[in-house]
């Protein structure tokens, strides 16, 4: 009988749920999590309105100050209607703690970090990609084309 081999992306939202629950934990960040056997976090913006769970500090202060990278958070999550706990604001796709805008705006928006030589310390097939991700992101931001959709 052959083995069943294991589900690469599984194994990492696994993982990624896993950190964020101690994150959330450790952090008592405001949060919620989606319905479903693995649960997905969802970050809130803290009652402040200052910090936000799934942002750095310096981060989302800097996409706050830049309207371009604001508008991000007009993005409604796609899934929120059946995967997460009603709530009186609209649910964003940036709040997720699978979004991989949010992660990438978290490096790049982070003065100074988006070149520092320790964070692209992988392959260079992964740099390469991380890098294009990047580009095709932030040159719809600067644009002002991604993210505008409040659906």
């Known amino acids: ?68 990278w604001k508008r991000r958070f007009d993005k409604v999550h796609s899934s929120a209607d059946r995967a997460l706990p009603k709530n009186d604001d609209i649910w964003k796709e940036l709040d997720s703690s699978m979004s991989s805008d949010a992660l990438l705006m978290n490096i790049f928006c982070y003065k100074g970090e988006g070149d520092h030589p320790d964070l692209w310390g992988f392959g260079d097939g992964k740099r390469a990609f991380a890098h294009s991700h990047a580009r095709r992101l932030f040159g719809a931001l600067s644009l002002g084309l991604k993210g505008t959709r409040t659906s």
């Open 1 to 68: 009988m052959r083995k069943k081999k294991a589900c690469k992306p599984c194994l990492l939202r696994r993982e990624l749920s896993a950190r964020n629950a101690a994150y959330a934990a450790s952090k008592q960040v405001p949060h919620v999590t989606s319905y479903g056997e693995m649960p997905v976090f969802v970050y809130q913006v803290s009652p402040c309105g200052q910090k936000h769970g799934n942002f750095i500090s310096a981060s989302y202060k800097a996409i706050l100050r830049r309207p371009k």
